[in-house]
Nanobody, 126 residues
Framework: QVQLVESGGGLVQAGGSLRLSCTAS????????VGWFRQAPGKEREFAAT????????YYANSVEGRFTISRDDAKSTVYLQMNSLKPEDTAVYYC???????????????????WGQGTQVTVSS
């Protein structure tokens, strides 16, 4: 059974930065695409960023493009989300998710992922 644990969330002022981590236990990230999603109160969970299992290609939602960077360290079974220039509208619970993949394909919908972490709260004050 795979367990994903997110960490690094917290309270930050607008314009600040945070780095989220997602670590897997019970399995390495090798051969898995990884995505970061977020869910604000009263809203549906939405895609933020993803990194492919092959080639570590990245893809971002328009709302975070240029401010967030996703990266992976398969040796540590950890994926990171560096978040810069944070805005109050980035406030949400952030989730990481993985799905098995041997391709360069991107996955951007909730339904495409198999395993999820419990989430970490990010609050950006104005």
């Amino acid at each position: 059974q795979v367990q994903l644990v997110e960490s690094g969330g917290g309270l930050v002022q607008a314009g600040g930065s945070l780095r989220l981590s997602c670590t897997a236990s019970g399995r390495t990230f090798t051969n898995y695409a990884v995505g970061w999603f977020r869910q604000a109160p009263g809203k549906e969970r939405e895609f933020a960023a993803t990194i492919t299992s092959r080639g570590s290609f990245t893809y971002y939602a328009n709302s975070v493009e240029g401010r967030f960077t996703i990266s992976r360290d398969d040796a540590k079974s950890t994926v990171y989300l560096q978040m810069n220039s944070l805005k109050p509208e980035d406030t949400a619970v952030y989730y990481c998710a993985i799905r098995y993949s041997l391709t360069y394909a991107y996955f951007v919908s909730v339904a495409e992922y198999t395993y999820w972490g419990q989430g970490t709260q990010v609050t950006v004050s104005s």
